[in-house]
Nanobody, 123 residues
Framework: QVQLMESGGGSVESGGSLRLSCAAS????????MGWFRQAPGKGREVVAR???????IYEESVKGRFTISKDRAKNTLTLQMNSLKPEDSAKYYC?????????????????WGRGILVSVSS
């Protein structure tokens, strides 16, 4: 059974940094399209960043230049380095994976989800 488990969330002041990790079980991160999504209270879930099986990354406009998505193939994990955090980045962050081989990383391709982890940024 595929499991994705997020870690590294928490509270930070505006301008601070956090590093989210997603450990995968029964799933190989390296060749897959992986992504980070977030959902703020009262809002829909939105994609934050995606990384393809060949490590091509795509970022949501508001996080470009501040967030970096990457894979650690040795540890079979996905990470999201978040710098220059803003209060509007506060949300529950979800790790997601696509089971589609050779996925183009479309937002509709993700079928495996973690339980999410909270990130809170105070002003």
């Amino acid at each position: 059974q595929v499991q994705l488990m997020e870690s590294g969330g928490g509270s930070v002041e505006s301008g601070g940094s956090l590093r989210l990790s997603c450990a995968a079980s029964e799933f190989t991160v390296g060749d897959a399209c992986m992504g980070w999504f977030r959902q703020a209270p009262g809002k829909g879930r939105e994609v934050v960043a995606r990384i393809s099986g060949v490590d091509a990354s795509i970022y949501e406009e508001s996080v470009k230049g501040r967030f970096t998505i990457s894979k650690d193939r040795a540890k079979n994990t996905l990470t999201l380095q978040m710098n220059s955090l803003k209060p509007e980045d506060s949300a529950k962050y979800y790790c997601a994976a696509s089971a589609i081989r050779g996925s183009s990383c479309a937002t509709t391709d993700f079928s495996y989800w973690g339980r999410g982890i909270l990130v809170s940024v105070s002003s």
